[in-house]
């Protein structure tokens, strides 16, 4: 069994309710499936309390590498009943502000977009909605790859003398990602359901993180109203995966793994190599990543 108390103030997790000393991950095994709990707490009225999830939201836990962008594809945004035409993965500020303009509800100069060519992106509302509190922007990424999410939040809510500013970003799902749990209970209200670490994907990544990728646990509710998302992440210190202990009773591991390590290390800088001598070792950039003897 897994428990999780997930802190929404401290965006972490702690080791029990109610309090604010912080947790780890426990250790993990790819391959493994968990019976797990989540409770969600934040400080309410200076007293930190249990909060309830249980209308209008969805659970997702999973496992993947931080922030890292699809490769391919579009997405679209979707502002009030109106949709976006599709939006390349790598678009421009101005592209993403011509798009959401080109929309009834928003209309020409009412948005300014900064951000990089790929994002992340700043939607400030201006114009007609400067000072407004407007619609939450909902992001489409089903044609992205590979599967990301479109991550928008609001960065800072409008009214008198503010105008709202909107956040998105684009952002690869975990390699294994669960939404099918379920809220029970009411003191404290606890999401039950299954983490499975035995899907093929995980197993992969997991071995890149041997050279030197984070692995992290995500906690996203979203609310089913909205379409907002709230993310806590939660650095995975210790999962073992079985590859390289697999792989050293293969006789195609050498091959298999000069294939895995060209992907991640340039093989003509001399401080990243592979060295069969006393055991086996990879390093990269200068740092060993693994020694088996």
């Known amino acids: 069994m897994l428990s999780f108390i997930v802190d929404l103030d401290k965006r972490g997790l702690v080791q029990s309710i109610g309090s604010t000393t912080a947790a780890s991950v426990p250790p993990l095994t790819v391959g493994e499936i968990h019976d797990t709990t989540t409770v969600f707490q934040k400080k309410v009225n200076g007293v930190v309390t249990t909060q309830d999830y249980h209308t209008g939201y969805t659970l997702k836990i999973g496992i993947g590498l931080l922030a890292i962008p699809p490769t391919i594809g579009t997405f679209t945004l979707t502002f009030g009943a109106e949709t976006t035409d599709s939006i390349a993965y790598n678009a421009t500020a101005a592209v993403i502000s011509a798009r959401l303009q080109a929309l009834t509800a928003i209309g020409t100069g009412n948005v300014s977009v900064t951000g990089d060519a790929g994002g992340p992106w700043t939607v400030e509302f201006i114009g007609d909605l400067a000072e407004t509190d407007v619609d939450a922007l909902v992001g489409d990424g089903e044609n992205l790859y590979p599967d990301s999410y479109v991550i928008i939040g609001t960065g800072r809510a409008g009214g008198t003398g503010i105008n709202e500013i909107q956040e998105i970003n684009l952002e690869q799902e975990p390699a294994t990602g669960v939404d099918s749990f379920s809220i029970e209970s009411s003191t404290p209200w606890t999401w039950t359901g299954i983490l499975p670490l ?82 086996f070792k990879i390093t990269v950039a200068g740092e060993e990543k693994v020694h088996y003897t």
């Open 198 to 279: 035995n899907v093929p994907k995980l197993k992969r990544i997991v071995s890149q993180v041997i050279l030197a990728r984070e692995l992290w646990l995500e906690f996203e509710l979203t609310n089913t109203n909205t379409g907002t998302r709230d993310k806590v992440l939660v650095k995975v210190n210790d999962i073992s995966d079985g590859v390289i202990e697999d792989a050293l009773l293969d006789t195609s591991f050498p091959a298999a793994l000069d294939a895995l390590y060209l992907r991640k290390a340039d093989p003509s800088d001399p401080t990243s190599k592979l060295e069969w001598s006393d055991g």
